[in-house]
């Protein structure tokens, strides 16, 4: 494991790595968040934790490695409110942040253009949105689709009667597969004509509601048990 809130420890892992690969990019995907009730409790802790990780990290990744590609994510939560397709900002620099877990992904942003005008170091930006994948791992407990698939498919085993689910399924997402989003970052990694810093939206293009997702694996699965929501948040 790499602490990256510690400068001196990334420090010597990066001289390391220098002294044996010839490293062409790094993906930087870390970040301090537990949940949405968490992040909300701790935002000072969040949002100084998370710009400290960045700014050690890619500091390092400059100093070390100036050459090479700087790939990163953006959360979902720096999308226009309004805008339920997954679709890029216009303008980042004028856009309100809404909690401090965005606020340093969106600092990591102005951070690189910082790097790229002053040293052109080379980044990327993907809007990955929300992963998920044909089964559940133990990494993967959290993320939407691969809890639903694996809860219903576990209700099913067990012949319970009832499904519980709690929170807001009347939100819309764009889901991506984790393979379509690998090949994607392969492919952008071997481009030649990238220069200075780039926002690059990996989103599907349509968005789904949550209870859409649910309704349509409770069908494929063949689940006959009920399924009862309690609505929880915005």
Partial sequence: DL???????????????????????????????????????????????NNLMNLNILNNSKMFFPKCLFICMLSYSLYNKYNTEAKILDDY?????????????????????DFNKKFKFKSIFLFIINFFENEISSLEKNHFVSSIIDKIKMAK??????IKLTGNFLQKRDFLHVEDATDAIIKL??????????????????????????????????????????????
């Fill in 3 to 49: 602490n990256l809130l510690d400068d001196g420890t990334i420090k010597k892992k990066f001289i390391n790595i220098k002294n044996k690969y010839n490293v062409l990019i790094i993906f930087h995907c870390a970040v301090l968040y537990k949940s949405a009730d968490w992040v909300k409790k701790n935002k000072n802790k969040v949002k100084y934790e």
């Fill in 93 to 113: 620099r004028s856009h309100k942040i809404k909690n401090s877990y965005s606020d340093s992904k969106y600092n990591l942003l102005k951070y690189c253009i």
């Fill in 157 to 162: 085993k067990k012949n319970q009667k009832t």
């Fill in 189 to 234: 990694s071997k481009l030649k004509s990238l220069k200075g810093v780039n926002v690059i939206n990996l989103g599907y293009g349509r968005s789904y509601k949550m209870k859409y997702i649910i309704d349509n694996v409770i069908k494929f699965i063949n689940y006959q048990g009920k399924l009862k929501i309690i609505q929880k948040g915005l």
